[in-house]
Every structure is written in structure tokens, then in C-alpha cells.
Nanobody, 115 residues
Framework: QVQFVESGGGLVQPGGSLRLSCVVS????????FSWYRKIPGIQRELVAQ???????NYEDFVKGRFTISRNNTKNTVYQQMNTLTPEDTGVYYC?????????WGQGTQVAVSS
């Protein structure tokens, strides 16, 4: 069973930055693409960014130019650098394997953007 442990969230002012980490265990990490998702109050969990096995990335329009997803196969870790944060980015952020939707989700990490 794959496990996801997200961290790095916190409270930040508008315009600030955070770097999220997701340690993945129970899988052949290098064989999978990963995605970051977020759950905003009142909205279903939504896709934020994806990274393929060979490092190609894709972003939803609302984070393009502000967020950067990356991976370290030696540390079994996926990262998301988030810059120029706005209050609309407030929510719980999760990582997951898009090709394995039935795997249990981690606890996520809370991001709060407020002055």
C-alpha cells in the first residue's frame, strides 16, 4: 500500500512563498508520475500540478508561473514550490499518484494565505 506524507504548509501573507514536500513510501517511486491536488473549502479536490517519470511538468492555469513541481527519486519525495501566494490558494494540499486513484490519500498539509 502506497503512503503519502505531506508537509511544509503553514500561514503566510499574500505574496509569500511556501515549499511543500511529499514523502512517498510503498511504491517504486521512480516508476510513477505524481500530482499535487488541493481541497479548498466549498470546492471539490482539484488538480494543481503534475510531474511525469522523466520530469515533464504540467500546471493548471490558476498556478502557472507561480508554482513549480519537482521530484527527487533518491529521496522518494515530490516537492511543490509555491510563490506569489494569494488568499485563493488557501486549502489543504495533497500529493498522489494519478494512475492509482484507489490508493489511500495522505493527511495533506494546510496552507493558509492571509494578512
Amino acid at each position: 500500500q502506497v503512503q503519502f506524507v505531506e508537509s511544509g504548509g503553514g500561514l503566510v501573507q499574500p505574496g509569500g512563498s511556501l515549499r511543500l514536500s511529499c514523502v512517498v513510501s510503498g511504491s517504486r517511486f521512480e516508476n510513477f508520475a505524481f500530482s499535487w491536488y488541493r481541497k479548498i473549502p466549498g470546492i471539490q479536490r482539484e488538480l494543481v500540478a503534475q510531474i511525469t517519470t522523466n520530469g515533464l511538468t504540467n500546471y493548471e492555469d490558476f498556478v502557472k508561473g507561480r508554482f513549480t513541481i519537482s521530484r527527487n527519486n533518491t529521496k522518494n519525495t515530490v516537492y511543490q514550490q509555491m510563490n506569489t501566494l494569494t488568499p485563493e490558494d488557501t486549502g489543504v494540499y495533497y500529493c498522489h499518484i494519478p494512475s492509482r486513484p484507489d490508493d489511500e490519500w495522505g493527511q495533506g498539509t494546510q496552507v493558509a494565505v492571509s494578512s
